[in-house]
C-alpha cells in the first residue's frame, strides 16, 4: 500500500463548478499534512496546510479526518487558471507526496 | 526574495555517464532537500540536509547517488553511473528549520533524461 494515496483524476469540470479531491495516509503518527499545487512542468508550490479543526482559505477548503486518515480539498467556483495537478502530502520526519490528482478547468 | 536556483535545467546524458546538479537555497534557510520526481508521479525525497549535515539519506541508491552540502549552502546532486531509469525531474527545496509546519520553498527543479 502506497504512503499516501491519491485519486489520479484527472478531473475535467467547467467554470464555476465545485470540485473535492480526497486523499488517505497509511502512516498514522503522520504529524503534518499540506496541499501543493503543481502546474504543468512547474516547481510544486504549497497551496494550504490542513488543520484538524478544518480551515479555509477563499475559495479553498481542506479538511482532517485523523481517525480515518483521510484528507480533502474542495474547491469552489472553479477559475480556469485552478487548473493544474494538486498533491497531497504528508509530514512524519519527512515529506511523503502522493501522485498528484489531475485538475482541468474548461470554459 | 530570490528563490530557489537550480542548474542545469535540462541534461540529456546516455546511460552509464555521470551527471551533477546544483542548488542554491533561500538565503538563511538551513534545511535542503533533493527530491526525485519521475513524470506522473510525485516527489520523492532522496536525501535531507541541516546545515551541511545528513538528517535523512534512508532513500537515496547509494551505489550511484551522491550528494554533498559542503559549506552549509550550496548543494551538489551525482549519479554515477546513470541508469534509463533516472530520467526525472531533479527538484532542490530549502526551508528556514525542517518542514513540520514550515513550508518548503521548490527551485524549477533539472530535468534529466538519460538515453
Known amino acids: 500500500r502506497k504512503e499516501v494515496e491519491q485519486d489520479p483524476g484527472p478531473f475535467n469540470v467547467p467554470e464555476g463548478a465545485t470540485v473535492a479531491f480526497n486523499c488517505t495516509y497509511s502512516?498514522?503518527?503522520?504529524?503534518?499534512f499540506f496541499w501543493y499545487r503543481q502546474d504543468c512542468r512547474k516547481e510544486p508550490k504549497l497551496l494550504m496546510s490542513?488543520?484538524?479543526s478544518g480551515n479555509e482559505d477563499g475559495r479553498f477548503t481542506a479538511q482532517l479526518n485523523r481517525a480515518s486518515q483521510y484528507i480533502s480539498l474542495l474547491i469552489r467556483d472553479s477559475k480556469l487558471s485552478d487548473s493544474a495537478t494538486y498533491l497531497c502530502?504528508?509530514?512524519?520526519?519527512?515529506?511523503?507526496f502522493g501522485a498528484g490528482t489531475r485538475l482541468t478547468v474548461k470554459p | 526574495e530570490a528563490g530557489v536556483a537550480q542548474s542545469p535545467r535540462y541534461k540529456i546524458i546516455e546511460k552509464r555517464q555521470s551527471v551533477a546538479f546544483w542548488c542554491n537555497p533561500i538565503s538563511g534557510h538551513a534545511t535542503l532537500y533533493w527530491y526525485q520526481q519521475i513524470l506522473g508521479q510525485g516527489p520523492k525525497l532522496l536525501i535531507q540536509f541541516q546545515n551541511n549535515g545528513v538528517v535523512d539519506d534512508s532513500q537515496l541508491p547509494k551505489d550511484r547517488f551522491s550528494a554533498e552540502r559542503l559549506k552549509g549552502v550550496d548543494s551538489t546532486l551525482k549519479i554515477q553511473p546513470a541508469k534509463l531509469e533516472d530520467s526525472a525531474v531533479y527538484l532542490c527545496a530549502s526551508s528556514l528549520v525542517p518542514a513540520a509546519r514550515e513550508t518548503q520553498y521548490f527551485g524549477p527543479g533539472t530535468r534529466l533524461l538519460v538515453l
Open positions: 502530502v504528508v509530514y512524519n520526519n519527512d515529506m511523503r
Open positions: 502512516n498514522s503518527a503522520s504529524q503534518s
Open positions: 490542513v488543520y484538524s
